[in-house]
């Protein structure tokens, strides 16, 4: 079965405090994995795009890196600004259903950052 | 730049009303998704669209409905409303499929009493 899992479910950091946020997937032959942050009461908005292990991509804070099975959602030196949940998405095993854009989301992690 | 709109924002609804959720983008994107996202859990699929006149379910399309007569706009409509449907609606586009990312609006809160 396919299935998005992330972890931690909740994580607060202190300003300027690094580390990782996970994301593992099972599904065969990996389309695209996809990073989202989401803050309250707003859309998830996209952040990055990663297609084959190996690959990396940043912005500001935040670089995602993807391997085999799983992605990681590196935050260096974070801000208070950086609080928000982060969602992590992968489209489905064809031929499931909605295969032809569907995504399948995690729960997401919760990061909190204390000034 | 508007990208995905929806309205309304928030909605509260009696058991057995019906509404229609509005959903519009202005990137030509040719892919449309409904979602449902309940507290504690992941954005599950209702509906997607891969342009106009073609529609299909996603993971829970039971009590809702949709359609596509334009590439912009691309409404979710709930017949007989319970209180199992309360949730926060996202709507999403896309230029084409999977391997591309969704834009998503900003959800429509709706609460069913």
């Known amino acids: 079965e396919d299935q998005v899992t992330q972890s931690p479910e909740a994580l607060r950091l202190q300003e300027g405090e690094s580390s990782s946020l996970n994301c593992s997937y099972t599904?065969?032959?990996?389309?695209?994995l996809f990073w989202y942050r989401q803050d309250p009461g707003k859309g998830p908005e996209f952040l990055f795009t990663?297609?084959?292990a190996g690959e990396e991509k940043e912005k500001e804070r935040l670089k995602a890196t993807l391997t085999k099975k799983e992605s990681f959602l590196h935050i260096t030196a974070p801000k208070p600004e950086d609080s928000a949940t982060y969602l992590c998405?992968?489209?489905?095993?064809?031929?499931?259903?909605?295969?032809?854009?569907?995504?399948?989301f995690g729960k997401g992690t919760k990061l909190s950052v204390k000034p | 730049n508007a990208g995905v709109t929806q309205t309304p924002k928030f909605r509260i609804l009696k058991i057995g009303q019906s509404m229609t959720l509005q959903c519009t983008q202005d990137?030509?994107?040719?892919?449309m998704y409904w979602y449902r996202q309940d507290p504690g859990m992941g954005l599950k699929l209702i509906y997607y669209?891969?342009?106009?006149?073609?529609?299909d379910k996603g993971e829970v399309p039971n009590g809702y409905n949709v359609s596509r007569s334009t590439t912009e706009d691309f409404p979710l409509r709930l017949e007989l409303a319970a209180p199992s449907q309360t949730s926060v609606y996202f709507c999403?586009?896309?230029?084409?499929?999977?391997?591309?990312?969704?834009?998503f609006g900003d959800g429509t809160r709706l609460s069913i009493l």
């Open positions: 990137m030509n994107h040719n892919y």
């Open positions: 999403a586009s896309s230029k084409t499929g999977s391997n591309q990312p969704q834009h």
């Open positions: 669209s891969v342009g106009a006149g073609i529609t």
């Open positions: 990663l297609y084959s």
């Open positions: 998405a992968v489209p489905p095993s064809p031929p499931t259903w909605g295969s032809q854009g569907n995504l399948i």
């Open positions: 599904v065969s032959g990996l389309r695209g």
